[in-house]
């Protein structure tokens, strides 16, 4: 029988999944002279965060020791990162 906590936790597990693949796969089809202009970790640097953040996710999940620093680093990645490196390589602009 399936229970409230079970289920919430699954949605949870594959919410975060999801989180850190997409922060993976965007750092990875950003050029790398974006994040070097943006004044932010390099591209190598951010593609190693972030797959080693997939593996912690996969392996331990959101719920471990090392599985909310992995979720921290995916959000960083989507809230400060990418939208800097995002806005240069469209000229600078938000719109």
Same mark, same amino acid.
């Given at each position: 029988?399936?229970?409230?906590? #079970?289920? *919430?936790?699954?949605?949870?597990?594959? $919410?975060? @999944? %999801? +989180?850190?693949?997409?922060? /993976?796969?965007?750092?990875?089809?950003?050029?790398?002279?974006?994040?070097?202009?943006? #004044?932010? *970790?390099?591209?190598?640097?951010?593609? $190693?965060? @972030? %797959? +080693?953040?997939?593996?912690? /996710?996969?392996?331990?999940?959101?719920?471990?020791?090392?599985?909310?620093?992995?979720?921290?680093?995916?959000?960083?990645?989507?809230?400060?990162?990418?939208? %800097?490196?995002?806005?240069?390589?469209?000229?600078?602009?938000?719109?």
């Amino acid at each position: 029988m399936l229970s409230f906590d #079970g289920v *919430l936790l699954d949605v949870l597990r594959l $919410a975060t @999944l %999801a +989180l850190a693949a997409w922060a /993976l796969a965007d750092a990875l089809i950003r050029p790398a002279a974006g994040y070097v202009a943006a #004044g932010k *970790l390099t591209k190598p640097g951010w593609g $190693a965060i @972030l %797959a +080693l953040s997939l593996v912690v /996710l996969l392996l331990m999940g959101p719920m471990s020791f090392l599985g909310l620093p992995a979720v921290i680093a995916a959000i960083v990645y989507l809230v400060d990162v990418r939208p %800097a490196v995002r806005g240069l390589s469209r000229g600078g602009s938000g719109w």
